[in-house]
């Protein structure tokens, strides 16, 4: 079946430009777009996508704000975020918000293709370089309250699961967290799914930034171990 996927970005050309260049892919179908964040509840209505190519800049109601609501709702489609590292702090907001992560405007269409499709097949998009920036850059040292509030929500974790939402936080994949844990990649996928509704995340993005809120030392350590995914 054909990923089906909706351009949210207010330049013309730009949208353009992606449609020209995804559509081409045979199994990705661009089945609507729009030019600001306030059309995208009736756009997600019309035509139910798998995901959502977003912008963050936009006039009325912004890629955020957009992406923010649109993760509230059942059934949410995968956002994937388009940015630049000039707006790394509503990168990080996206990521927190639910985005599945994030392309630069500048990266290579077969990237960009190959982004689509981890998103869709539920893989977050995080890679090892964009996440030290992020890190260095924006995460910073949380709040004392967010820092204790992180810390409490891992508390509520069984002593297993605590142990692999900090491999995630590490930025280990599966297979590398179940030879680090000595169990099975089921098993640890099973753990991961545990962890997810334990503390209503969304994706391993969000594990990864409690961990970091919970230990910024941690955190930047995790960051820098690779991808998230």
């Not at 964040?37 to 997600?44: K, R």
């Not at 630049?84 to 927190?96: G, K, Y």
């Not at 799914?193 to 993005?205: E, F, M, P």
């Amino acid at each position: 079946m054909s990923i089906r996927l909706i351009i949210v970005d207010d330049d013309p050309l730009v949208r353009t430009g992606l449609t020209f260049m995804l559509g081409g892919a045979d199994d990705i179908e661009i089945v609507g777009e729009a030019a600001d964040g306030a059309e995208v509840p009736a756009l997600i209505e019309r035509t139910a996508p798998d995901v959502v190519l977003m912008d963050i800049r936009m006039p009325a109601v912004d890629g955020l704000t957009a992406t923010e609501a649109l993760r509230r709702r059942p059934d949410a489609p995968e956002v994937l975020v388009l940015t630049t590292f000039h707006a790394d702090e509503q990168v990080l907001r996206a990521l927190r918000a639910g985005a599945a992560g994030f392309v630069l405007k500048d990266t290579p269409p077969a990237e960009i293709v190959t982004a689509v499709r981890r998103v869709a097949a539920g893989d977050p998009v995080l890679s090892p370089a964009v996440t030290r920036q992020l890190m260095t850059h924006v995460a910073g040292a949380p709040t004392e309250a967010r820092r204790d509030t992180a810390a409490d929500r891992l508390g509520s974790l069984a002593e297993r699961e605590r142990e692999v939402a900090l491999a995630v936080g590490r930025g280990q994949s599966n297979a590398e967290i179940a030879a680090g844990l000595y169990m099975s990649v089921p098993t640890v996928k099973a753990h991961v799914s545990r962890i997810l509704a334990k503390l209503g995340l969304n994706n391993r993005v969000q594990i990864a930034l409690v961990v970091h809120d919970a230990d910024p030392a941690r955190g930047g350590d995790a960051a820098r171990g690779g991808d998230v995914r």
